[in-house]
């Protein structure tokens, strides 16, 4: 598999998740997300509190906003509001409960024994866009007071909140300010990295980014002036116990914030020690075979109308070389290539009957490379035990086992490497490293997608900003790492003439029917002219080459003068194999088009918190508050 595999892998499988987390996709599913939910609160000398909701709300396909509440006989709740931001309108109030409340109407009622609900219609049952609405209400008897202090504990949002908000603000107002600021203590506890702090003697802010569904908001706020004329009075003295309890929160939203800190600091080293590898990498590998032509000489040719090692080079061969001259990689009709080559060599041959292609096996594989040979084994291996087979049942093989179809493309190339190497065409230099670069590149992304997870876990963490352009760093390095070990073969001088001689080849093959040359046409070397194009991935230009340079041999008066004294030739030029399916071009194509195996398969070479109350970070602990603010929905 290469790295271009490996990439898409990689993402496919990132896009996965990413597609599962942003789920439903339907177009008529209802979806609502808070830009923006800030709270202004103020706390009346009776024990009550009057708050203010501001929401900047997405919705889409949502006709309907509700805000729920429960234990209404304990904490009753009156003056219910809704504002229209957009229009500045205040919705007019209805006095019964609906599923589906129309625009610019709302309602606050009891809607159960103990339960209260604010709702309000939208307009938006199937479209979406922003909205921008005020809630306000007045909630009783949240104040209690004890012997040594008054006290709100309040739960804003509960954990069965559905809706996301990407950022909470507000800010809690006393009626009248405490005689000193200490006398003021404030704790939050919810989302770790949230903050809330005292910023004067009557006056509390909080703020909260990126705040998930499900995850709880909860206020705390203790004075020790009795100011309240509350009537909820409970005759103990709780204050020492209430620090106490704060402190232990704090030590344990400390440790948990420590941990998390670590977690993202081993994150970074790893990510580090990723990235320096990946350098020392490219710096090891920048100099090598950049030189000026490696002391290589080439001869300036631009065509070459002879086969460099006639009577040995494969298919295999003249592409690796033809490759490593070019400088790029070519998918190509390589095992039709081999199929015709051990066809003119006279180990196979190709037969028509009733318009389909069929291979035969004539003889052992003796004096062949191990290259050829594996190609024989595959068509055995199709065949199981007949000697010949449909061509078609060569590309359902490596359809249907398409593993080990790759493995014997593996072995080929890995046979070819061997044959040049041996005859001193390329250098040997790295091979060890080459292919070890090519296992850690699937380990890095292995691993780099691995650490996705505690990504997605801590997305609120300004380390993220660091973690995100250091993994696209690294994915440009393991790139160019794996393209500079490609590249760590190196032409021999020897192996430098015959690679231009290829690439002269194709050029000649390519261009023939522009040169002037009145030669007399030869069987035997345009079989081999035939497997060479196919190998270099030009065999239809050379077809429209040959025929514009012997129309004769494209008539039926050729062939019924001269016979069938060429299958390779017959399927080129005979009118009869032409308009079949057997021509050409469609056995030569139809190895890789047809095929998505074959095609993948051929021969790819270069192959915080503060004890005394007076705010910092929220807390993780906390929910001695018991009345859950089930908060906010659509429907």
């Known amino acids: 598999m290469n790295g271009k595999k490996y990439l898409i892998v990689f993402f496919t499988l990132l896009a996965f998740f990413t597609v599962l987390t942003i789920l439903p996709k339907t177009k008529t599913a209802k979806s609502q997300k808070m830009n923006e939910l800030n709270y202004n609160i103020t706390l009346n000398e009776d024990g009550s509190m009057n708050v203010i909701e501001t929401w900047d709300i997405y919705v889409k396909n949502t006709g309907t906003l509700f805000r729920t509440f429960d234990d209404f006989n304990e904490y009753q709740i009156s003056d219910a509001e809704v504002v229209d931001l957009t229009t500045n309108n205040k919705l007019n109030s209805i006095s019964r409960k609906m599923q589906d409340v129309p625009e610019g109407q709302y309602y606050g009622l009891q809607t159960g024994y103990d339960s209260f ?15 921008k609405y005020q809630i306000s209400y007045k909630v009783n008897n949240v104040i209690t ?3 040594d202090c008054q006290e709100l504990y309040w739960k804003l949002l509960d954990t069965s909140n559905g809706i996301p908000c990407k950022k909470i603000t507000g800010n809690i107002k006393l009626y009248k300010p405490v ?20 910023v004067s003697n009557d006056t509390i802010e909080f703020n909260i980014n990126n705040f998930s569904s499900g995850t709880m908001l909860e206020i705390r706020t203790v004075v020790t002036d009795k100011i309240f004329n509350t009537l909820k009075v409970e005759d103990r003295t709780v204050l020492n116990d209430l620090l106490e309890e704060e402190n232990l929160l704090a030590i344990e939203t400390d440790n948990e914030k420590n941990f998390w800190n670590m977690v993202n600091i081993a994150i970074l080293v790893i990510e580090g020690i990723i990235l320096l590898y990946g350098l020392f990498k490219i710096i090891k590998y920048s100099y090598f075979g950049n030189e000026d032509n490696d002391g290589i000489n080439y001869k300036g ?6 086969i460099p090692r006639e009577n040995t080079a494969t298919p295999g ?47 052992l594989p003796e004096n062949l490379k191990e290259d050829e040979k594996i190609v024989l084994e595959i068509i055995n291996k199709v065949a199981l035990g007949a000697n010949e087979i449909n061509i078609k049942e060569l590309n359902k093989f490596s359809k249907k086992h398409s593993r080990e179809f790759k493995e014997y493309v593996e072995s080929i190339i890995d046979s070819v490497e061997y044959n040049l190497k041996k005859e001193n065409l390329i250098e040997r230099n790295e091979e060890a490293l080459r292919r070890n670069v090519k296992k850690e590149s699937v380990l890095y992304y292995g691993f780099l997608f691995a650490l996705i997870v505690p990504f997605a876990i801590q997305f609120v963490n300004l380390l993220l900003y660091i973690t995100i352009p250091l993994f696209i760093i690294e994915m440009v390095i393991i790139s160019k790492v794996r393209n500079k070990a490609n590249k760590l073969f190196k032409l021999t001088q020897t192996g430098a003439y015959e690679a231009e001689e290829w690439n002269g080849l194709k050029n000649y093959l390519k261009d023939y029917s522009l040169i002037e040359e009145k030669d007399v046409f030869d069987i035997k070397l345009w079989e081999k002219y035939l497997v060479f194009a196919t190998a270099l991935g030009i065999s239809k ?17 050729y062939w019924d003068i001269n016979g069938n004294t060429s299958t390779i030739l017959n399927m080129v030029c005979n009118p009869i194999y032409v308009r079949s399916n057997c ?40 929910g001695g508050r018991r009345w859950p603010v089930a908060g906010m929905g659509g429907r």
């Open 583 to 622: 021509n050409f071009i469609n056995f030569t194509h139809g190895m890789t088009t047809h095929n998505i195996s074959i095609h993948t398969y051929t021969i790819n070479f270069h192959s915080s918190s503060n004890y005394g109350g007076g705010g910092g970070s929220f807390s993780s602990g906390g």
């Open 541 to 557: 230009q050379v077809v429209n080459s040959l025929k514009a340079k012997y129309p004769d041999l494209f008539t039926e008066k």
């Open 301 to 306: 040719i631009e065509y070459f109308r002879e």
């Open 117 to 131: 609900e604010i709702a309000w219609g939208t307009g938006k049952n199937t479209t979406k866009g922003n909205l």
């Open 317 to 363: 061969e003249a592409i690796y070389l033809y490759n490593m001259f070019a400088g790029k990689d070519k998918n190509t009709s390589i095992i039709a290539a081999y199929i015709l080559n051990l066809s003119v060599k006279g180990y196979l041959d190709i037969q028509e009957k009733n318009g389909e292609m069929f291979v035969k096996i004539l003889k």
């Open 179 to 198: 005689s000193y600021i200490d006398n003021l203590k404030v704790w939050g506890h919810g989302p770790i990295d949230g903050t809330i702090q005292r």
């Open 145 to 147: 007071s004890y012997n």
